[in-house]
């Protein structure tokens, strides 16, 4: 650590005043970084000059805020907390603060912690069906009343002389042979789990059904089948919609929450099990999928994978997530959504996101009336697939990320320290998108207020942004490292204002 000591003494006297500190601080940590990765230092040696650079950005942020406020103590007083922490040979964990919200496991200031501070978080217990089976089998399986009788008399379901005869607590009496025909079949042809007396509407115990049904199997599976319905009926617990028979129990208040079932793969919403959808409700969603059933061919119809260039009319196909379009014609840029000029388009906070409709007095008719309730839906609709689409795409590119992240590695052209910032802004692309791809069945349904104003300038500054990101990793060779990091925690931020404001937090 004599090489660290002897830097915390230099850049110690670079603490002069506010012009030249932020610029020698920046200086001594690329020079301190370059000149140990050049001599193959080892692993812990690498992380620990990158901890050195992040504490250096920390002064940065603190210069920032002193610059504002003409307060150069609070800028000196970083600088030397920032110089303590390399005091000791443990300073990569001193470093690492659990509540900081812009600091993940490899100390990168540049994304958020979601475990901390992600909206979409919430808790919950993982079990097997067996587990929660083996929970409520002594309750919901246990003896009921049922009454035996072995008098001979005619059964008057078969009309044969019987001395085996058992009744619920309605008293209607009817031969073993009999109910066992009628629960066995009945469980056979239907996977019935609720049945009634052959007489009346008293229900049938669940021990009385399994004493019935002829075979271990079906007893079992008549037992998986009931607590699967108890689950369902139970608002703390969710079935992985899956075929990994897991189930999520909320510890706290059930939420519209993200479940991630690492066996299936699936992420769905705890309370409806659809996809998940924040910031939209499970209401929204299912009326919107019903509607979108509904218009499918009308849909599929109006929305085209091709397009127009809006200069040289050559037909383009889009081919990337990214909305920023380059004619290969006549090189015109544009906007894929609105067909806009991309100088102009970039800085109106993307304009096109926002439905316009007619003013009111204009829709005079129902005819008119019908055609704008069309052309609004097709507005989201549109938006909301185009974005499923770039979805699927950028799972492409970040495919051809992590081969290129491995090209890289196996030609000693760094490690994985090194690039693994492309991999997670490409996991950041996707999350974020994923959310903006359900902003729009929010908007929708939503009411023409002040608030919805609000919403679709959030929900613009979003798009922009992960346009923005989206645009650089795809040509990443010619954006540096820094650019796309800053442009992930601006996407990540982004995400998050949009969630804390509009997610969910019940279905009422």
């Known amino acids: 650590m004599s090489n660290i000591d002897h830097s915390q003494n230099q850049i110690s006297s670079f603490i002069d005043n506010e012009e030249t500190a932020l610029s020698k601080y920046e200086d001594e940590c690329e020079r301190m970084i370059h000149e140990n990765l050049t001599n193959g230092q080892d692993f812990y040696t690498q992380k620990l000059f990158i901890a050195f650079q992040n504490a250096a950005t920390n002064v940065t942020k603190m210069f920032q805020r002193s610059n504002e406020t003409n307060n150069w103590n609070t800028f000196h007083t970083a600088a030397e907390s920032v110089t303590m922490l390399y005091k000791d040979d443990d ?114 115990p669940h021990n009385f059904v399994l004493q019935h049904l002829s075979s271990d199997s079906r007893k079992e599976l008549y037992k998986k089948l009931v607590v699967k319905a108890m689950i369902q009926n139970n608002p703390q617990m969710t ?76 037909c383009i196909e889009k081919n990337g997530g990214c909305n920023h379009m380059s004619c290969f014609s006549c090189n015109h840029h544009f906007c894929w959504m609105c067909l806009g000029d991309w100088k102009t388009h970039e800085n109106n906070y993307y304009e096109c996101s926002k439905y316009r409709g007619q003013p009111q007095s204009q829709l005079e008719t129902i005819q008119s009336r019908a055609r704008e309730a069309l052309k609004k839906y097709l507005h989201y609709f549109e938006r909301w697939d185009n974005h499923q689409r770039s979805l699927k795409l950028e799972e492409q590119t970040r495919a051809k990320l992590l081969e290129k992240i491995e090209q890289n590695i196996n030609a000693q052209n760094g490690t994985y320290i090194d690039w693994q910032y492309l991999e997670k802004a490409a996991d950041s692309l996707a999350k974020a998108r994923y959310t903006l791809m359900y902003t729009y069945p929010y908007a929708y349904y939503q009411e023409d207020t002040v608030d919805r104003n609000l919403f679709e300038n959030i929900q613009a500054q979003l798009e922009v942004e992960i346009e923005n990101l989206s645009y650089q990793i795809e040509r990443s060779t010619t954006h540096n490292r820094g650019d796309i990091e800053n442009q992930r925690h601006i996407v990540e931020r982004r995400r998050q204002t949009l969630l804390l404001k509009y997610f969910p937090k019940s279905n009422t």
């Open 91 to 204: 300073c990569y964990d001193t470093y690492y603060d659990d509540n900081d919200p812009f600091q993940d496991d490899n100390n990168n200031n540049y994304t958020t912690n979601i475990n901390t501070n992600d909206p979409e978080q919430f808790e919950y217990k993982i079990n097997t069906l067996n587990e929660i089976q083996i929970r409520f089998e002594p309750s919901t399986f246990s003896s009921s009343y049922i009454h035996t009788s072995s008098t001979p008399d005619i059964c008057s379901i078969c009309f044969k002389n019987q001395t085996n005869f058992e009744s619920l607590i309605c008293n209607h009496a009817f031969c073993y042979d009999c109910w066992s025909q009628y629960i066995d079949t009945k469980f056979q042809y239907q996977n019935c789990i609720n049945y009634e007396c052959m007489k009346c509407d008293k229900r049938v």
């Open 239 to 314: 079935l992985c919609p899956g075929t990994c028979d897991r189930v999520f129990e909320a510890i706290d208040k059930p939420i519209p929450g993200k479940v991630e079932c690492e066996l299936c793969g699936l992420k769905f919403c705890f309370q409806c099990s659809l996809s998940y959808h924040a910031p939209a409700s499970c209401d929204i969603m299912r009326n919107w999928f019903k509607k979108c059933r509904d218009d499918s061919e009308t849909a599929n119809y109006i929305s085209a994978n091709t397009k127009d260039c809006p200069k040289c009319k050559v």
